[in-house]
């Protein structure tokens, strides 16, 4: 995990807050509403978290304002495989599915079995991971698991995180209609029902920590 302790550095320095200066632990805290904790930050930067999940490496990328494929971006200079767009909407098993259909072992003329993708990964991911990935049992795989399995086939880990970004701009977007909805029914109320409203607005964000 040292690897993806090294490139938060480096995301740290070049992607800056607003005002110029380096975001901090609490900086994130504060823009993540406390989904991404202080100490979480502190443990991060020290390598010491195992598998930071997608959601958490999302929601830092987006306080901070840079793709979230960045996380996996090798600058190593290692040719990557160009593999063919799948639709947007492939769940991670069936993107690995399109994998094992377009690299195929051609000494053997086969697709890769799920056994020979975890030797192939030199053991980053289990066959029974595997396994658990092809069939939609582990839905969302631990970064580990997505970086094992896209050097295994030699391709952007970004291969497997497409979908997430569309999801997050389409609930974003849903927000958004949530919020012109909202307005446009408490204009339609009374001076005293619409502090009713707003009082109920902010007892609802105490309590969910936003407030």
Sequence with gaps: MSRIADRFERLLEIYRRPDGGRWG????????????TRSYVSTFRKGNIENPG????????????????????????????????????????????HLLDTIMDEKKGRPYTSAEVAKMSLSGVTEEEVVGIRSGEIGHPTLDQVLALSEAFGIDPAYFTRRIRRQ??????????????????????????????????????????QG
Excluded at 25 to 36: K, N
Excluded at 171 to 200: F, N, Y
């Design 25 to 36: 632990g609490q900086d994130l805290e504060d823009a993540t509403g406390g989904v991404v």
């Design 168 to 209: 997050d701009a389409l609930l974003e977007s849903l927000a958004q209609e949530e919020s012109t909805t909202i307005v446009h029914k408490t204009l339609a109320l009374s001076e005293g029902d619409r502090r009713v409203v707003l009082d109920l607005l902010d007892h609802l964000g105490s309590r969910s920590g």
């Design 54 to 97: 997608f959601d958490k490496l999302r929601t830092i990328a987006k306080a901070m304002g840079f793709p979230p494929e960045l996380w996996f971006d090798d600058s190593s200079g290692a040719a990557l495989r160009k593999i063919e767009a799948v639709d947007e909407d492939a769940t991670v098993a069936e993107r690995l599915e």
